[in-house]
């Protein structure tokens, strides 16, 4: 039996072609054969998942990491509710990743809820992309969270000039007398 050893991009591909399939099922005219693929589909996924489980569980905290990390098995152990790592640290590393639209704060996670408060750098409508790609972040990081609330901070103070701007005018720094 040969070992498969895709890279990221063979196994991304893979997951295309896997979730396509699966979505096909539910276009077979049988009702019966739909069911039944259904039905076996759900029990390999299941079988999968119980393999997956005995084999975190029998992996110490390092190993266990070092698994989830892996961008496929990673997410083939949140799909089965496995990840080592909690919501709140998968959404803040996703968070991180978004520094250069802004800043995005994780607040709080409350069950399937999270909530972030976001300042975006420039104009209007990064603040819009930024928002899009919290949403994105917080679903690819951590797909049992339902709905994301994005709160928008306040703006930051603006700083006063170093040198008054009175002071910058001709007359505007003279202390009396006349030049001689």
């Not at 975190?56 to 070092?66: I, K, N, S, V």
């Not at 919501?87 to 409350?110: D, K, P, Q």
């Amino acid at each position: 039996m040969s070992v498969m050893a895709w890279d990221d991009r063979q196994a991304r591909d893979h997951v295309v072609r896997t979730e396509a399939l699966l979505t096909s099922l539910s276009a077979l005219s049988d009702p019966a054969a739909r069911d039944r693929a259904t039905e076996a589909a759900q029990a390999l996924v299941a079988l999968y998942g119980e393999c997956l489980a005995r084999v975190m569980a029998l992996a110490g905290a390092d190993t266990a990491r070092a698994v989830a990390d892996d961008e496929l098995v990673g997410h083939l152990l949140l799909v089965h509710g496995l990840h080592p790592e909690p919501a709140e640290g998968r959404i803040r590393t996703a968070l991180a990743g978004l520094r250069g639209l802004g800043e995005a704060e994780l607040l709080a996670v409350e069950g399937p809820l999270a909530r972030v408060r976001v300042r975006a750098r420039g104009c209007g409508s990064s603040g819009e992309t930024l928002r899009t790609a919290v949403q994105e972040a917080v679903a690819w990081a951590a797909p049992e969270i339902e709905r994301v609330e994005i709160e928008e901070a306040a703006a930051a103070a603006v700083e006063p000039p170093l040198i008054p701007v009175e002071a910058l005018s001709r007359g505007g720094a003279r202390t009396g007398g006349a030049h001689s």
